[in-house]
């Protein structure tokens, strides 16, 4: 399985394919009108103890076994068991968090933290219309366990809590925090002398030097091709402005149509007509696309911070990944070419009918310590939304890179969560219409017609709850 199926892996979010969609439809998943329903096991509260957490009752974790791994997992429940001794911990990760989980989530015996992730996940949209997870205010609310006088909430990265927030409640944990961009071999672009460009028109002078060389400037996962969608939103955000993104988000009609959509497409089918796309990139999962340009055969390849951990194993020796922001279209863009986007993803949910809730709860806050998110980054090279946590941490210099530009873009970064709140609507709809855009199979206003089909596809589903990005 792959760390990019994670996100999306991202993000915390997504809807369950069709067939389990049927499902869920005439079975409820184990929520109900009290959010404590099948909690067994309770604590005293008190200020060492502030979740209620019973010191003696069990916890049962289940983690996707993606591009993070486990180990990191284990980690944090030997954090755990050093405060609770008597609990006994249940570990297990598997690749196929749907078909694992949720028969017991109908059924209500659902376990007491879940890394809802991967490609196979448990639909977020029907967890959350069916009231089968557990409000997180109260984590966010308690003391942070390793930074003196201040809360959990306080010690988040900007945004953390939005991303996992539906109708007002805090329901999903997204740990890691992501900025996508475009990837390029310092190593490379130094021998060469070539300069990352900041305009649109550097980088298509860019990409024709680069081609006469006899590299493709681009590839790209044409099995995914989604990936390619992030460049083009980038784009049109920074050009149009942060409204461009909510009005996707919140499914208003043509937003897909708006005249930062148009510029943005407009630009990006720049590199297919002109040949700028390795030979057979449509054909590519994730893998072999990034394995591909590992090896020199492209430049640029668009993609999350999680790039350089999926990659190390076939990473050669002073490669020196490093991200960069989307080229500027023009003068007149509403944000600066130093802007990102920045957003958590691998989302951490606790069931509403965990046994031992409070458990489920205070191991969240466990892995939101100062000490378990240096220990995370340690091992999976990845930041999570802790505030701080890098700092006394050895970075790689493709997770350096991504520090210095989220320091870059400071007040700028920006994000949508479309993708959270109707996983269809990415991962099917906009992901077909990218595979006909950059194969060359289609147009731009061909493309953005696509893509604005399928917004309203969804927006006319009365089985689909909607949710309003403010």
């Given at each position: ?250 499914l208003e009609p043509n937003a897909w149509k708006s005249e930062a959509m148009k ?208």
């Amino acid at each position: 399985m792959n760390r990019r199926e994670i996100l999306r892996r991202t993000a915390a979010a997504g809807l369950l394919a069709a067939p389990a969609t049927g499902l869920l439809t005439g079975c409820a998943l184990g929520g109900g009108e009290k959010d404590s329903g099948g909690e067994t096991y309770v604590g005293t509260k008190s200020e060492q103890n502030p979740l209620g957490v019973k010191d003696d009752a069990p916890l049962e974790v289940v983690i996707f076994n993606g591009g993070f791994g486990e180990e990191y997992a284990k980690s944090h429940e030997a954090m755990y068991t050093e405060r609770y001794p008597k609990a006994q911990i249940k570990h297990s990760a598997t690749q196929e968090i749907n078909k694992t989980l949720q028969p017991r989530f109908v059924d209500g015996t659902p376990p007491d933290v879940v890394n809802n992730s991967g490609g196979g996940q448990i639909d977020p949209n029907g967890l959350v219309s069916q009231n089968a997870l557990a409000d997180l205010g109260e984590l966010l609310d308690a003391p942070s366990l390793d930074v003196p006088g201040k809360t959990v909430r306080q010690t988040l990265l900007p945004g953390a809590v939005e991303v996992g927030s539906y109708d007002g409640k805090f329901l999903v944990l997204n740990y890691t925090y992501t900025v996508y961009g475009i990837w390029y071999s310092t190593k490379l672009f130094t021998d060469r002398g070539w300069t990352y460009p900041k305009t649109w028109d550097d980088h298509i002078a860019l990409c024709r030097e680069i081609k006469a060389a006899g590299i493709a400037p681009w590839t790209y996962a044409g099995k995914h091709p989604r990936y390619m969608s992030w460049p083009v939103i980038a784009t049109a955000v920074k050009f149009g402005g942060p409204d461009v993104a909510k009005a996707i988000d919140n499914l208003e009609p043509n937003a897909w149509k708006s005249e930062a959509m148009k510029a943005a497409a407009d630009a990006w089918y720049q590199i297919v007509k002109d040949g700028y796309i390795l030979s057979g990139s449509p054909g590519l999962d994730h893998v072999q696309s990034q394995t591909a340009w590992c090896q020199g055969k492209a430049a640029f390849i668009s993609c999350g911070s999680w790039l350089e951990s999926e990659q190390k194993k076939v990473t050669p020796a002073g490669f020196n990944m490093a991200v960069a922001p989307t080229p500027s279209l023009g003068s007149g863009d509403k944000l600066p070419f130093e802007a990102v986007r920045g957003t958590a993803g691998e989302p951490f949910i606790v069931p509403a009918k965990a046994k031992n809730r409070a458990g489920g709860l205070d191991y969240l806050r466990t892995m939101l310590s100062m000490k378990g998110a240096q220990d995370f980054t340690r091992r999976v090279s990845s930041l999570t939304v802790v505030a701080g946590s890098t700092e006394g941490v050895e970075l790689p210099f493709g997770l350096n890179s991504v520090v210095k530009a989220l320091d870059a873009s400071g007040t700028n970064g920006f994000n949508w969560v479309y993708n959270n709140f109707y996983r269809k609507l990415e991962r099917e709809l906009v992901d077909a219409a990218c595979g006909e855009f950059f194969s060359g199979r289609s147009t731009p206003a061909a493309f953005l017609e696509a893509c604005q089909k399928g917004a309203d596809q969804i927006a006319a589903d009365t089985t689909i709850k909607k949710y309003k990005r403010a």
